[in-house]
């Protein structure tokens, strides 16, 4: 069995790139693989990435850069302010701790809508996503604020604090806090039935998830690709973006977006667009 810690956080545009490549591994290791959420924590307060100089018309053009260069949805208009990630990294573990089958529905539908434009520390975002995931609301904004939850999630940050040695080679991978170096998003750490991890450090093309995880468990039964893009829409359950169906496929994506225009609903969002049956 694949053991696969993701390291990541709601509002990182990063992880969200990266989000078709875990759908790749999802489609090819299916049940041999079991996932565990590690939520990085960037930002308690708006203020922390204002100090750092970072500015609503930077994260704007960033934006637009990232979905330029990989391909997903992200609305590049400039935010009215900066977000904090933290309470939606709560929120994440608390449905981990008390949902833990709606978990990963969560932080995409969090995702979701913090890249098409709305404040991912609003409760009312976190509510509507929480609606997304089927999970109450209420009930999510509750858990949240246990101790238990609290706990879990400074847990998870001091995980994300202190990468494998692996991962310390290769330090452009990597960022800075006060008390040294940590993963980025994402960052995967993957093991095969309770042996030792191997890192993959911050934000990777897809061909170093596929070379390791061959390395790691090349016993490890690994599904044939895709022959439609209904198949991949009928699996995941819930809109996918373009990039997301092309590299499951392993097409391009422009022969995606054209096969998609054929048998699915059209979404846009920022410079693409989510598709569903």
């Given at each position: 069995?694949l053991e696969?810690?993701?390291?990541?956080?709601?509002?990182?545009p990063?992880a969200?790139?990266?989000?078709?490549?875990r759908?790749?591994?999802?489609?090819?290791y299916?049940?041999?693989?079991?996932w565990?959420?590690?939520?990085?924590?960037?930002?308690?307060?708006?203020?922390?990435?204002?100090a750092?100089?970072?500015t609503?018309?930077?994260?704007?053009?960033?934006?637009?850069?990232?979905?330029?260069?990989h391909?997903?949805p992200?609305?590049?208009?400039?935010?009215?302010?900066?977000t904090?990630?933290?309470p939606?990294?709560?929120?994440?573990v608390?449905a981990?701790l008390?949902?833990?089958g709606h978990?990963q529905?969560?932080?995409?539908?969090?995702?979701?809508r913090?890249?098409?434009?709305?404040l991912i520390?609003?409760q009312?975002?976190?509510?509507?996503?929480?609606?997304?995931?089927?999970?109450?609301?209420?009930?999510?904004?509750?858990?949240?604020?246990?101790?238990?939850t609290?706990?879990?999630l400074?847990s998870?940050?001091?995980r994300?604090?202190?990468p494998l040695?692996?991962?310390?080679v290769?330090?452009?991978?990597l960022?800075d806090?006060?008390?040294?170096r940590?993963?980025?998003?994402p960052s995967?750490?993957?093991?095969v039935?309770?042996?030792?991890?191997i890192a993959?450090?911050?934000?990777?093309?897809?061909?170093?998830?596929d070379v390791a995880?061959?390395?790691l468990a090349?016993?490890?039964?690994?599904?044939?690709?895709?022959?439609?893009?209904?198949?991949?829409l009928?699996?995941a359950a819930?809109?996918?973006?373009?990039r997301?169906?092309?590299?499951?496929?392993?097409?391009?994506?422009?022969?995606a977006a054209?096969?998609l225009?054929?048998?699915?609903q059209r979404?846009?969002?920022?410079?693409?667009?989510y598709?569903s049956?």
């Open positions: 069995m696969i810690s993701l390291f990541t956080d709601p509002g990182c990063w969200f790139s990266a989000e078709p490549f759908r790749k591994i999802e489609w090819l299916g049940d041999h693989a079991a565990e959420l590690v939520m990085v924590g960037l930002a308690e307060d708006p203020a922390e990435f204002e750092r100089g970072i609503t018309a930077m994260m704007a053009a960033g934006g637009a850069m990232i979905a330029k260069e391909g997903m992200i609305d590049s208009s400039e935010r009215e302010r900066l904090a990630t933290m939606a990294c709560r929120a994440v608390a981990r008390n949902a833990p978990q529905t969560l932080l995409r539908a969090i995702q979701v913090g890249f098409a434009g709305e520390d609003e009312a975002t976190i509510a509507a996503a929480a609606g997304d995931a089927e999970i109450d609301a209420h009930d999510l904004e509750l858990w949240a604020q246990e101790q238990a609290l706990d879990a400074a998870d940050m001091d994300a604090r202190h040695p692996a991962a310390l290769l330090g452009a991978r960022a806090w006060e008390g040294g940590r993963y980025t998003c995967y750490e993957i093991s039935d309770g042996g030792d991890p993959i450090p911050g934000f990777q093309p897809w061909p170093a998830y995880l061959a390395n090349p016993d490890a039964p690994r599904r044939e690709d895709p022959e439609s893009v209904s198949e991949v009928e699996w819930e809109p996918l973006a373009t997301e169906v092309a590299v499951v496929m392993g097409i391009e994506h422009d022969e054209t096969a225009a054929e048998v699915a979404r846009d969002v920022g410079s693409d667009a598709w049956l």
